[in-house]
């Protein structure tokens, strides 16, 4: 299963971060330092929050689910980033 967004926010991710460039909802993850799968749009910004429709998640290290807004971005354990679906960028 790939993760987009809905048809509604598929024109631009700028609601979601600071991207102006068309951006296809397409995102993938990189690890970051403590290992874990940090979520980006193609366009490079980082994934803050999941879209009402997308499944439910909890990122590493937070209290909230990954529907809530995270300023900082959502980073998954490696197996649920999998399991979502979301691929390791140049996989």
């Known amino acids: 299963m790939e993760v987009k967004m809905t048809n509604q926010e598929k024109i631009k991710c700028e609601h979601f971060g600071t991207c102006s460039q068309?951006?296809?909802g397409n995102i993938f993850y990189r690890k970051n330092e403590s290992g874990n799968a940090q979520l980006f749009y193609e366009c490079g910004d980082v994934v803050t929050r999941f879209a009402d429709d997308w499944p439910y998640a909890w990122?590493?290290?937070?209290?909230?689910g990954a529907h809530y807004g995270h300023p900082e971005g959502i980073a998954l354990?490696?197996?649920d980033a999998r399991g979502l679906g979301i691929k390791e960028e140049y996989e």
């Open 59 to 64: 990122p590493v290290d937070s209290e909230l």
């Open 22 to 24: 068309e951006c296809s």
């Open 77 to 79: 354990t490696i197996s």
